[in-house]
């Protein structure tokens, strides 16, 4: 029986720990900050902040001590992606150095690195990453989902396909592990662009135009920062996009709705962790400081002023297809 701790207690979190307990195979610990969620867990058997509807398996456990950690087997990092590198930094020596640490997180560290980079300077443990097209509310519901794991040790698969075994969560494999962060990282951008094309056109031609657009940006930003164009294959690629760009479950595409209509504001920009707005200065800089021209990246490149200029919002879709094609 192994003991997997999910870092987190938060939608993701809930929703794969919920479940793995269903399986009543090994021990499974939310560790949350939150006393009010490890007591309704543990008692009630509930999360009501993000699932007020769903009760939840009973040998699903929280708990707001950090010494779970010292014997864990697997790690679920499952923050956001600002928080991941800091916590790692201040807690690491609650954590079990043989302990493999997957990161669920989609986005980059506050460091500007992919996660993975940045904790593998931090800690000795084996590291994967699990990503792809998986809204919490249909896990936890059971629908069939699809995640990929990456790792540079093939081996360290094994340990996920067992874990998930007779679940509804399936997985492919990729040693591509900068691919897949970057993969799961521009998707949200590009889920932001779509949304802003559908709050100002009901139209499938024009968004199919933008689809085909965002994916070969997509293709492109990966390959040019050492990723494999072979992983836009993968879970995490074309289908964690798909979900992400027209799905109004999606927080990103949900920002493009609200840009596209007028909506958006620096409130909503200053006080929503949205990994998709955080992700276009960063890749933005990334292209600039690799020489890379940013006519190549029209969406990502109107994008970047729409954050960070008085950009006329009616006048985005025009200047993408103008700069494109004239």
Known sequence: MRKIVFIGSGAIATAIGDVLAGKNVDEIYLLSIENEVVE??????????????????????ATSDKNILKDADVVFMAIPSTAVVDYIKENKQY???????????????NDGQIIPDSISQLIPNPLMTLKGPSFAREIINRQDTGLTAAATNENLYRIITEIFEKTVIRT?????????????ILKNIYAIVIGMVDANFDSAN?????????LNEMRCLVTSFGGREMTMYNYCGFGDFSLTALNDMSRNRTLGLLIGKGFFNTSISDNVVLEGRIAVDIFYKKIVDSNLDVNDFPLVSELYRVFNEN?????????ILKNRWE
């Open 172 to 184: 492919d494999f990729t040693t591509d592990v900068t691919g897949v962060e970057y993969a799961s």
């Open 206 to 214: 024009l968004r199919s135009i933008f689809i085909t657009m965002a």
């Open 95 to 109: 954590l079990n150095p043989k302990a493999l640490v997957v990161n669920l997180a989609k986005g980059f560290g």
């Open 40 to 61: 309704m867990v543990n008692r009630l058997h509930v999360n009501t902040l993000y699932f007020p509807k769903c009760r939840l398996q009973e040998n699903l456990r």
């Open 311 to 319: 950009y006329p919002i009616r006048k985005f879709i025009k200047n």
